[in-house]
T-cell receptor, first 114, second 113 residues
Framework: AQSVTQLGSHVSVSEGALVLLRCNYSSSVPPYLFWYVQYPNQGLQLLLK??????LVKGINGFEAEFKKSETSFHLTKPSAHMSDAAEYFC????????????FGTGTRLQVTL | AAGVIQSPRHLIKEKRETATLKCYPI?????VYWYQQGPGQDPQFLISFYEKMQSDKGSIPDRFSAQQFSDYHSELNMSSLELGDSALYFC????????????FGPGTRLLVL
């Protein structure tokens, strides 16, 4: 069975500081990995995805993530946090089969302070 | 660009009542997924349909049923509602023959009193 673990349910950074949200995966087959963002009372918006092409993936809003097979990690980073980045971030994994379900991590709430 | 449409956006029901949630996928998408997100929880997979056939089933109660229609829209039917069914219900769609990315709708917030 596939799973993802997000380390840190809450992360607080200052505006302009580096954002690092951690995600480790467990999968017996090559995984597809995703980061979604959820703003309060809203749906899930895709930030970026890894589907076995380039290991460094760039997404929307200046976020990027690097797939590291040796570390089974897919950490999300952004060089400089903005107040508008405050939200819940979910890492998710699916396998390469057609119409495969997403398995989500428990989420990390990002707080950005002045 | 067209997105996933869900209706209603909010729903209030009494215990033991029935609710029907609707999902309209992005045009040309062939797969629909349903997820349930409880308060402060991560989304949990319920059920999915690929080309109008059920393709996978997760932790969906027997009181719930779903189907995908010829126009690819999907409905989640929930009967004998319980307080614990109060949650945000997301529908997602994908074009599975081409890529794996699931695009989520805004969700239906169900409150059972």
């Amino acid at each position: 069975a596939q799973s993802v673990t997000q380390l840190g349910s809450h992360v607080s950074v200052s505006e302009g500081a580096l954002v690092l949200l951690r995600c480790n995966y467990s999968s017996s087959v090559p995984p597809y990995l995703f980061w979604y963002v959820q703003y309060p009372n809203q749906g899930l918006q895709l930030l970026l995805k890894y589907t076995s092409a380039a290991t460094l993936v760039k997404g929307i809003n200046g976020f990027e993530a690097e797939f590291k097979k040796s570390e089974t990690s897919f950490h999300l980073t952004k060089p400089s946090a903005h107040m508008s980045d405050a939200a819940e971030y979910f890492c998710a994994v699916t396998n390469t089969g057609t119409a495969s379900k997403l398995t989500f991590g428990t989420g990390t709430r990002l707080q950005v302070t002045l | 660009a067209a997105g996933v449409i869900q209706s209603p956006r909010h729903l209030i029901k009494e215990k033991r009542e029935t609710a029907t949630l609707k999902c309209y996928p992005i045009p040309r998408h062939d797969t629909v997924y349903w997820y349930q997100q409880g308060p402060g929880q991560d989304p949990q997979f319920l059920i999915s349909f690929y080309e109008k056939m059920q393709s996978d089933k997760g932790s969906i109660p027997d009181r719930f049923s779903a189907q995908q229609f010829s126009d690819y829209h999907s409905e989640l039917n929930m009967s004998s509602l319980e307080l614990g069914d109060s949650a945000l219900y997301f529908c997602a769609s994908s074009f599975s023959r081409v890529e794996e990315t699931q695009y989520f709708g805004p969700g239906t917030r169900l409150l059972v009193l």
